[in-house]
């Protein structure tokens, strides 16, 4: 989702104006650019969320209305929001899955995906352990993609879904 609204003329223009155009070159917008800025200053994070978590909210809620207005609806609805605790989101939602790894998992897969600033951007996340005990479900995901799908398979039995 923050990957469509980046894509947004709004969106783009307002990180291009804040930071220059090295965070849009060609016109698109490069996130690692956009993290180096926004994870190095408490201040330039805040207007980035400012400017992300009310669009990421609205887009949501409107998903959410389109997709229970189907008839039948759908068994269960899935949204992967990164900083849902921490951007106070939770309480829009039934239920809560906090997928957690191991910190050295984590890494090297944040790094894997061209990731920086990752102890900037750990620093402004609750812990694996606070993410578990907020959430309505846990599941530790540090093993192979087919074991998680298999994880998340059973925690969307026990919810009925």
Same mark, same amino acid.
């Given at each position: ?25 060609? /016109? +698109?917008? *490069? ?11 408490? @201040? =330039? &994070? !805040?207007?980035?969320? %400012? ?39 939770? /309480? +829009?939602? *039934? ?11 984590? @890494? =090297? &897969? !944040?790094?894997?995906? %061209? ?47």
């Amino acid at each position: 989702m923050v990957h469509e609204l980046y894509r947004s003329g709004e969106l783009r223009n307002a990180v291009v104006a804040r930071w220059g155009p090295d965070v849009a070159p060609g /016109g +698109a917008v *490069d996130r690692s650019a956009v993290a180096a800025r926004a994870f190095t200053d408490p @201040g =330039e &994070r !805040a207007w980035l969320e %400012g400017l992300l978590w009310p669009r990421v909210g609205e887009r949501i809620a409107a998903w959410r209305a389109g997709e229970e207005a189907r008839t039948p609806p759908p068994r269960a609805l899935v949204v992967e929001v990164p900083l849902l605790f921490e951007a106070g989101m939770d /309480g +829009a939602f *039934d239920a809560t899955i906090a997928v957690t790894a191991p910190e050295e998992v984590r @890494g =090297e &897969r !944040a790094r894997a995906r %061209g990731h920086r600033a990752l102890d900037e951007r750990g620093a402004r996340q609750l812990t694996q352990d606070d993410k578990a005990q907020r959430a309505t479900y846990a599941i530790v995901n540090d093993g192979t993609e087919s074991e998680l799908e298999r994880r998340l398979a059973d925690v969307l039995g026990r919810m009925g879904g």
